[in-house]
T-cell receptor, first 113, second 113 residues
Framework: EAQVTQNPRYLITVTGKKLTVTCSQN?????MSWYRQDPGLGLRQIYY???????DKGDVPEGYKVSRKEKRNFPLILESPSPNQTSLYFC????????????FGQGTRLTVV | AQSVTQLDSHVSVSEGTPVLLRCNYS??????LFWYVQHPNKGLQLLLK??????LVKGINGFEAEFKKSETSFHLTKPSAHMSDAAEYFC???????????FGKGTMLLVSP
């Protein structure tokens, strides 16, 4: 089954404690991205990757890091989480081109206290 | 640069009545346009997409949308709402030459019995 898998689904952590949210896709998609969803703001892109070893900033990259060492994986790293990073996070993947739709993971609800 | 405006943050309808969710876009080139739905505590699911073929696009669950270039609109409609349609809906644009997606802020559809 084609899918994007994020882990964990729920995470509560303390300010400053490094964490990683994993994202894996099994569709051999070149393009992967991370979004955060906040009430009234829709989905905002954090980082995206056009292919292995190619990443770029989205609209809200501050406080986040990513890496793309393998085509299927695109982890999101918070080196020093802060309460304003409390949010719902989605990973997505798609094949290249403007006409292709994105497939989304189930989301990770992160709370930083 | 591309952008999307969803004109209503909330829309309330009664079961069995028509649904209209409005979306306007801005794009420098011929865009691809998508509607996604997000049910509570779920990921995002593609409803339908426009990719410069027919201007009237049919999607899943009885939804359809019409691309109107002169009005830069891509409104989502359904003839008769069902309780299971209650969810948040996102209009999304992808521009020629890019793989990135730009989301609207979302419209919450409320369906009453």
């Amino acid at each position: 089954e084609a899918q994007v898998t994020q882990n964990p689904r729920y995470l509560i952590t303390v300010t400053g404690k490094k964490l990683t949210v994993t994202c894996s896709q099994n569709m051999n998609h070149e393009y992967m991205s991370w979004y955060r969803q906040d009430p009234g703001l829709g989905l905002r892109q954090i980082y995206y990757s056009m292919n292995v070893e190619v990443t770029d900033k989205g609209d809200v990259p501050e406080g986040y890091k990513v890496s793309r060492k393998e085509k299927r994986n695109f982890p999101l790293i918070l080196e020093s989480p802060s309460p304003n990073q409390t949010s719902l996070y989605f990973c997505a993947s798609k094949s290249q081109g403007m006409n292709t739709e994105a497939f989304f993971g189930q989301g990770t609800r992160l709370t930083v206290v | 640069a591309q952008s999307v405006t969803q004109l209503d943050s909330h829309v309330s309808v009664s079961e069995g009545t028509p649904v209209l969710l409005r979306c306007n876009y801005s794009s420098s080139y011929s865009p691809s346009l998508f509607w996604y739905v997000q049910h509570p505590n779920k990921g995002l699911q593609l409803l339908l997409k426009y990719t410069s073929a027919a201007t009237l696009v049919k999607g899943i669950n009885g939804f359809e949308a019409e691309f109107k270039k002169s009005e830069t609109s891509f409104h989502l409609t359904k003839p008769s709402a069902h309780m299971s349609d209650a969810a948040e809906y996102f209009c999304v644009v992808s521009e020629a030459g890019y793989s990135t997606l730009t989301f609207g802020k979302g419209t919450m559809l409320l369906v009453s019995p």
